[in-house]
């Protein structure tokens, strides 16, 4: 088993996604619904292989491309905050997987997670943007799904403090096998194992699942206030909450503008209020950067009303402007602590 020098403070498991980001006129948007009428302005549409790569060729000129998905999206934030990170996930063996490798290394995370070398693409989320701002997202999962047990490092997920899945990835068999395995290892290692719910249409498609994983595995969750009532099926919070705080040692609900919620097992509770936001220009990313923060407060040993603020920090800075991963230091909210 490889040995680190150090060890991590976080390792994420997650939709190896590579976001590719063009301005687009509306005129393109109108000529792109005429041949593909699923394709929605402003929303998210999953695509296949062929469609994605006709797509790119249209765009890839004038776009920019960087790692992505919701738990590559974390780590971002995570070493911008000064944490030092691993990531797990699945890229094929071309440009695009090639482009993610090199962006999570260059920011300084160990991704030493094999390429698949036969079949699917490396999965992209094509973004076009047209002169208003709005984003129309087409995404093919590619690779991405492919994760397996055997993709599970043992000496990564024992190294790192906290070990943190998303949700978004559990729809295949083999990746949900792989979440079990992570979340053993981490137990067996004597360290915590943290889960993002992802979105409440995930939650519906596994509930049952999850609800297993939390109660069973899960130290720290992750949750929006539609995800978290939606696993218990109820439309009242605070029964949601009462639910949550008996399932795991720690919950950190967002509530948007309302701020969040961390609950503990020992029953103490903090409500932690939203950062001011000049101005909301994109809200793609603002739950990743609240785990962000969050994480790197609680492995740095802050306790849980500080890791609140930092996570709030984190997601006002990125909702101020496009994009889901920060644009300024996030280390500075930690000095502005101190």
Sequence with gaps: MRDFENEFDLVTIGNALVDVLADVSD?????????????????????????AAG???????????????????????????????AYIGKVADDQLGDSFRKDMESAGVYFGTPSLEDGVATGRCMVLITPDADRTMNTFLGAATELDPDDIDEAV??????????????????????????????????????????DSFCVDRHRDDFLDLVEEHIDILFANEDEIKSLYQTDDFEQALAHISKACEVAAITRSEKGSVILSSDGARHDIAAEPVGKVLDTTGAGDQYAAGFLYGYTQGCDLAECGRLGSAAAAEVISHIGPRPEKQYAQFVKAAA
């Design 157 to 198: 997920i024992g190294n790192a403090k906290v070990t943190y899945m998303e949700g978004y990835l559990f729809d295949k068999s083999d990746a949900k096998q792989a979440f079990y395995k992570a979340a053993r290892l981490a137990k067996k290692a004597g360290r915590k194992v943290s889960l993002t719910l992802s």
């Design 55 to 85: 797509l790119y060729g249209e765009i890839s000129q004038n776009a920019e491309v960087s790692s992505g998905g919701s738990a590559g999206n974390t780590m971002a934030g995570f070493v911008s905050f000064g944490g030092k990170g």
């Design 27 to 51: 005129d393109f948007i109108v000529e792109q619904q005429k041949s593909h009428p699923e394709m929605q302005r402003g929303g998210m549409t999953l695509i296949d292989e062929a469609r």
